[in-house]
Nanobody
């Protein structure tokens, strides 16, 4: 019903910035919350940031003050990542909540060198 495609990942040095983009297609009118998750090698996938349909923002403690999630259009969500750290390295996934179902993108790799 919903397809998600992420872009914007890459290799950067510590302290630099990246902006991730997620484009949704399909039945975008039924998408409620949208989120970014990440998964580092050998670790579980974790929530990085969420934006609800009401505009409420939630961030992981580790990224507060450095990352900003935004949803300028119903089918687009961004994650602006500033002051990147090596521990931010991982695969970043876009997530869309549709009723009680979660949809995921294929992920985009972010690597931060020290």
């Amino acid at each position: 019903q919903v397809q998600l495609v992420e872009s914007g990942g890459g290799l950067v040095q510590a302290g630099e910035s990246l902006r991730l983009s997620c484009a949704a297609s399909g039945r975008i009118s039924i998408i409620s919350d949208m989120s970014w998750y990440r998964q580092a090698p050998g670790k579980q996938r974790e929530l990085v940031a969420r934006i609800t349909t009401g505009g409420r923002l939630n961030y992981a403690d580790s990224v507060k003050g450095r990352f900003t999630i935004s949803r300028p259009k119903v089918n687009t969500v961004y994650l602006q990542m500033n002051s990147l750290k090596p521990e931010d390295t991982g695969a970043y996934y876009c997530n869309a909540l549709v009723y009680a179902s979660n949809y995921w993108g294929q992920g985009t790799q972010v690597t931060v060198s020290s």
